[in-house]
């Protein structure tokens, strides 16, 4: 008896078929929230992350993950590794004047830098925002390194500023900027 339950349950393997799943293209090195051509959900790995955050909740944010726990696009079972989510919030604001000033700028003295399309750089990520009506914007990028204590570019036109991710929070920008 035991024979015929062994020599079914093996006919009956024997007849199964393992379907072959493609390999899931490898994702780049950093992918540009946002990119269309990326099948990373960067707006779901954000939520996971708890990395959701208000734009008005100004400086960086920065979490690691294991690719393949995750998902959202990353293979489950194919090039695991630990990856990082950046989410940067900047307000950008123009000073219209020229010179050192010997008083505090008060909100009186500066104008929002508003609906304007700014271009990032982060060591190798990249991207745009739009700032909404009172400067505020929010990038966001996904690499497999931290982006914390790196150099990001911010380009308005043919205008740009260099400063460190992390010490970004308000940033008063020179005259130019204020005509674009």
């Known amino acids: 008896?035991?024979?015929?339950?062994?020599?079914?349950?093996?006919?009956?393997?024997?007849?199964?078929?393992?379907?072959?799943?493609?390999?899931?293209p490898v994702p780049p090195m950093a992918t540009q929230v946002g990119d269309?051509?990326?099948?990373?959900?960067?707006?779901?790995?954000q939520r996971a992350l708890q990395l959701e955050r208000n734009v008005e909740q100004l400086?960086?944010?920065?979490?690691?993950?294991?690719?393949?726990?995750?998902?959202?696009?990353?293979?489950?079972?194919k090039d695991c590794r630990t990856a990082y989510m950046t989410v940067l919030n900047v307000r950008?604001?123009?000073?219209?004047?020229?010179?050192?000033?010997s008083t505090v700028l008060?909100?009186?003295?500066?104008?929002?830098?508003?609906?304007?399309?700014?271009?990032?750089n982060l060591k190798n990520v990249h991207g745009e925002f739009i700032t909404d009506g009172l400067?505020?914007?929010?990038?966001?990028?996904?690499?497999?390194?931290?982006?914390?204590?790196?150099?990001?570019?911010?380009?308005?036109g043919n205008e740009f500023l260099y400063m460190r991710a992390n010490e970004i929070t308000?940033?008063?920008t020179p005259r130019p900027w204020c005509s674009m």
Do not use: H
């Open 36 to 45: 269309e051509s990326s099948s990373i959900d960067a707006v779901a790995i």
């Open 106 to 120: 008060t909100e009186a003295d500066v104008t929002p830098i508003a609906a304007q399309t700014i271009r990032w």
């Open 135 to 156: 400067g505020y914007g929010q990038l966001v990028a996904l690499s497999y390194r931290s982006q914390k204590r790196e150099r990001l570019k911010l380009s308005l």
């Open 170 to 172: 308000k940033v008063i």
């Open 1 to 24: 008896m035991t024979y015929l339950l062994f020599a079914a349950l093996l006919a009956l393997t024997a007849c199964t078929t393992t379907p072959t799943v493609a390999p899931s």
């Open 59 to 77: 400086g960086i944010q920065e979490k690691s993950f294991n690719t393949c726990e995750m998902g959202y696009g990353y293979s489950r079972n």
């Open 92 to 101: 950008l604001l123009c000073r219209d004047s020229v010179g050192t000033i």
